[in-house]
């Protein structure tokens, strides 16, 4: 009896590592999902917009959008998520739009018609030239940028904005860590072991001093609702916490009307904080 029982552990015990050995070979497929053809752009949406093409520190050509609009007061630079690419976010542009922003959206390498080949530092690497774009090419100043990003690009944002300057950070349907959502998903692995990333969004909202924003649903099936107020109360003031519904994919749609009225009443407030910078310095 005793040497079944020996037996069925080690039998166990290789096919959980052997398990843990193929979902850590595995985890970029899993994590990232990008999409090579860009079927549409702003255009279809009467947008007048800039086809980009910039390049990373690490010798890379990336794409981008950038759509502008007249006497705006702010440019969103939009980090998208995992999934898909830029052409799969015109309903977000759309918004922005509508908002009076302007847009400056851009895939990450291995996504649309950008080079290479999706990794965490890469990802990193590719916002940081879509900022230096912004801020040199088109001269935009910094106080002027909305750093955004939803699911995946709240981590890559927030990674940003520790960084540089901006007006605000804003996220949307963010996770904690690579690791927290990997228990969610796998909550029978030793996930810590097995993470090949870390996404360590918590962390880079601890160190990001201008305003915060953090959007979730309480409804969403991919990232916890909990990870949302987890992020909120990690950010420095001043900071706001908006609660939508709808799936982590169409929440924004779903609660369209809750989520003008935030983002509306978030641009005030900036506006309102520059106003007063600007009496300061005047005194």
């Not at 909550?187 to 090949?196: Q, S």
């Not at 160190?207 to 609702?225: A, G, K, L, Q, Y």
């Not at 909990?226 to 169409?250: C, M, Q, R, T």
Request: hydrophobic share 40%; charged share 25%; net charge negative.
């Amino acid at each position: 009896m005793g040497s079944m029982l020996v037996s069925i552990f080690v039998v166990l015990f290789v096919a959980y590592w052997g398990l843990g050995v193929i979902l850590y070979i595995m985890q970029p497929t899993f994590l990232y999902s990008p999409v090579r053809e860009v079927l549409y752009t702003p255009g279809e949406l009467g947008l007048d917009f800039e086809s980009v093409v910039f390049e990373t520190d690490d010798g890379l050509r990336l794409r981008g959008w950038y759509i502008p609009v007249e006497n705006s007061d702010f440019t969103v630079l939009f980090c998208h998520g995992n999934g898909g690419n830029i052409f799969h976010r015109l309903d977000s542009i759309n918004i922005f739009y509508n908002l009076g922003l302007s847009c400056f959206i851009f895939d990450y390498r291995g996504y649309g018609n950008s080079e290479g080949k999706p990794t965490e530092e890469g990802t990193y690497l590719d916002v940081m030239a879509a900022y230096k774009w912004l801020t040199k090419e088109k001269k935009v100043s910094p106080e002027d940028i909305i750093i955004f990003g939803r699911s995946l690009g709240g981590s890559i944002a927030a990674q940003l904005a520790r960084k540089v300057e901006a007006r605000s950070l804003i996220i949307e349907s963010g996770f904690t860590s690579y690791v927290d959502i990997g228990k969610k998903f796998y909550p029978y692995m030793l996930v810590r072991w097995f993470a090949r990333f870390s996404y360590r969004t918590i962390d880079y909202v601890k160190d990001v001093r201008c305003p915060v924003m953090i959007i979730h649903s309480r409804n969403d099936e991919v990232v916890p609702f909990e990870f949302g107020l987890e992020l909120y109360e990690a950010a420095n003031e001043p900071k706001e916490f908006v609660e939508i519904f709808g799936s982590h994919n169409d929440g924004f749609l779903v609660s369209i009307e809750i989520y003008k009225k935030a983002w509306t009443k978030w641009l005030k407030f900036l506006k309102e904080c520059e106003s007063q910078a600007d009496r300061h310095r005047a005194s």
